[in-house]
């Protein structure tokens, strides 16, 4: 019964402890490189921009939908944060934030008004935004020729880079907003129970639409930080994007069913994700080895939440009988 | 007598629409031969239209195998991946020899088994999410199928005859490729229409929990549609390998949006139950007529990019419109 109840616990947090500590020994024993600013402060960027995308990806995911379109709208609002400078950094900026934004929304308007399975609708999406940014330029980078936009994600603040702090922004204003504020908690509502949620009056679709777009939203900082950080603006990049910031928000132990997940949660995970990959660098893995262990790592991922889910059942099941059941069947 | 004679009418008349509701996938396609035969000299040649077969035979063949995984309500996106793996071991075990030509179809199709049977054990088995699972898979395999060549291409100068046949070949002048796609629709439609195995997917798809409860083994079956799938995918690899010769190792990348555009196209369910194989193969005829077309008018590659998503977004709307009709 007590091994259960720690296996239980185990895999609620994803095992992710084991794998800290493991991760934590490894690079601590196995390489001098980690613990040295340099290579923090590398990392630091490499989660932050990621982890901008994961806190709109955590917003929608506990609403109990998902967006597979980050990486290309990432792609389009750097493209256009670069290419649009004769509007100025902050009209650029603007800009591209509002283009990342409108696609966002479309993807929401998908979901919403036609009902489109919101894997499907922001796969339609993912399509026509690379498209949208391959025919804008001609499959072609677009270079920065202004050193003052360069140094808004190459630029730090004492130690700790921009990007990083920028970061830590959106997630404590992620962290407020699930939590403090009613569009939040309406998140939770509907991703717990759709239909209870619609039944005690929030409007389910507003709220699915205002989830899509500020992921969108925030897939169009992180285009605007990486193409800073890069100085250009390339149609190419976040092919692997959608990937990894899932893996991670799935690692800080959001659920793909939605109605449970916290930006802690999220944190922690895309710390993990990130040591991971900034290891598998240190210790000169090829990058194909890595990305087998990224794929490998989602299904781990898919798995340890496929238990959580059936366990999370079977509690429910023990403490309120059988008549749960069939509300639990016909949500599910 | 006359008012018999009139409700004959009526019934026939349902029944044609009916019918045509259920195929208009094929009107469509019509309008737009009429239409592309009209807009440009060179669309109705016997040269080009043989060569549109030949151009989608190996999309297609990766859709038969969607359309089925659609159908048992689930989605595979690891498709182009396997497409790839299969094509650069087939050409990677060097088919210059009868013996290594038998060895180059053997291990990339057992690949492609392998690969749909571990998708389908995760999917099956956990009744974890599909579309999450296969990106997982896909990554796995196109990582491995990288590893496996350094990232470089991979070709093979002299193949036997056989092997050149399976793309190059041709019978009563029309390409061979065209058969094996033909072939493969034609035992997908017979799976899914006659046989045991087509009516359990259909029921799991339409619903999985009462499938079960009437006692189908729906892990079982869901894991064979993953299969047929995998196989199908290996099989479009083959004749992708055979037809280029000099495989750069990321060549089958896209082929799980072609497949899925097509199999949409053709009307079959996101949502699981409802599809029809040869629906498919008009879904993936116009598709190819449509990029001929882009082709032919001289778009840039990059447009047809924007192109192919507007269509993919514009087929799941069609199909959730008709859904909500429905309902």
Excluded at chain 1, 55 to 71: A, E, N
Aim: charged share 10%; glycine share 12%; aromatic share 8%.
């Amino acid at each position: 019964m007590n091994r259960a109840r720690v296996w239980n616990w185990l895999v609620k947090q994803r095992i992710l402890p084991i794998l800290d500590v493991l991760l934590l020994v490894m690079v601590t024993v196995g390489t001098r490189d980690f613990w040295t600013i340099r290579n923090l402060q590398n990392l630091t960027v490499a989660v932050g921009i990621e982890g901008v995308i994961a806190v709109g990806m955590t917003v929608v995911m506990v609403g109990g939908g998902i967006d597979l379109s980050v990486g290309s709208v990432m792609a389009l609002a750097g493209v256009l944060s670069v290419s649009m400078q004769r509007f100025g950094i902050v009209g650029a900026i603007a800009i591209a934030v509002l283009a990342a934004s409108l696609c966002g929304a479309g993807s929401g308007l998908l979901v919403t008004r036609l009902g489109i399975n919101p894997f499907i609708a922001t796969l339609g999406m993912m399509l026509v935004a690379r498209g949208a940014v391959m025919t804008y330029t001609d499959a072609q980078p677009v270079a920065n020729a202004n050193l003052l936009f360069t140094q808004i994600a190459r630029g730090k603040l004492g130690l700790l880079p921009i990007p990083g702090l920028v970061f830590l922004a959106a997630l404590l204003l992620g962290h407020w907003f699930l939590r403090y504020t009613r569009l939040g908690r309406d998140i939770y509502a509907l991703g717990g129970n759709e239909e209870a949620a619609r039944a005690s009056g929030i409007r389910t679709d507003r709220v699915k639409l205002a989830a899509y777009t500020l992921t969108g939203l925030s897939a169009g900082v992180a285009g605007v930080l990486l193409a800073s950080r890069l100085s250009t603006g390339s149609p190419v990049i976040g092919e692997d994007t959608a990937l990894n910031v899932i893996t991670a928000v799935l690692l800080g132990g959001t659920s793909l069913t939605g109605g449970v997940g916290s930006m802690p949660g999220t944190l922690t995970g895309l710390l993990t994700v990130g040591v991971l990959s900034n290891s598998l660098n240190l210790f000169n893995v090829p990058a194909y080895y890595q990305r087998i262990a990224k794929g490998m790592l989602l299904i781990l991922v898919v798995f340890f939440d496929s238990l959580y889910v059936r366990y999370r059942r079977q509690a429910l099941l023990r403490t309120r009988g059988k008549a749960s059941e069939e509300r639990l069947t016909s949500t599910s | 007598m006359p008012l018999g004679w009139t409700m004959g009418i009526n019934v026939r008349m349902k029944n044609l629409m009916a019918l045509l509701r259920r195929h208009t996938i094929w009107l469509v396609l019509l309008a737009m031969v009429v239409f592309m035969s009209l807009v440009s000299k060179s669309f109705l040649t016997a040269t080009n239209l043989l060569n549109v077969l030949r151009q989608v035979s190996m999309a297609g063949i990766v859709s038969v195998g969607m359309t089925v995984v659609l159908i048992g309500g689930n989605f595979d996106l690891s498709v182009g991946a396997t497409v790839t793996l299969a094509a650069v071991v087939s050409v990677y075990l060097q088919p210059t020899t009868a013996m290594n030509t038998a060895v180059s179809l053997i291990v990339p199709l057992l690949l492609g088994l392998l690969v749909g049977a571990v998708n389908g054990a995760i999917i099956g088995g956990l009744k974890a999410n599909s579309v999450v699972v296969t990106v997982g898979t896909q990554f796995a395999v196109l990582g491995a199928t990288l590893l496996y060549t350094g990232g470089q291409h991979v070709w093979v100068w002299t193949p036997t005859p056989f092997y050149e046949a399976i793309s190059g070949g041709y019978f009563l002048g029309v390409p061979i490729p065209i058969f094996i796609f033909l072939l493969t629709v034609l035992a997908a439609h017979w799976l899914m229409t006659r046989t045991t195995f087509g009516r359990y997917v259909r029921a799991i798809g339409s619903n999985d929990e009462a499938a079960r409860l009437s006692g189908i083994p729906t892990t079982l079956y869901r894991m064979l549609t993953f299969i047929f799938s995998g196989f199908c995918a290996a099989l479009a690899g083959i004749v992708l390998a055979s037809r280029v010769k000099n495989l750069d190792p990321t060549a089958g990348v896209g082929y799980e949006f072609s497949a899925l555009t097509a199999a949409i196209l053709g009307g079959t369910r996101l949502s699981g139950g409802v599809g029809n194989v040869l629906n498919t193969l008009a879904g993936v005829l116009i598709l190819g007529g449509i990029s001929n077309s882009m082709i032919l008018l001289n778009m840039s590659f990059n447009t047809q990019l924007l192109a192919r998503g507007l269509i993919f977004v514009g087929a799941v709307a069609i199909d959730a419109f008709s859904q909500r009709h429905r309902r």
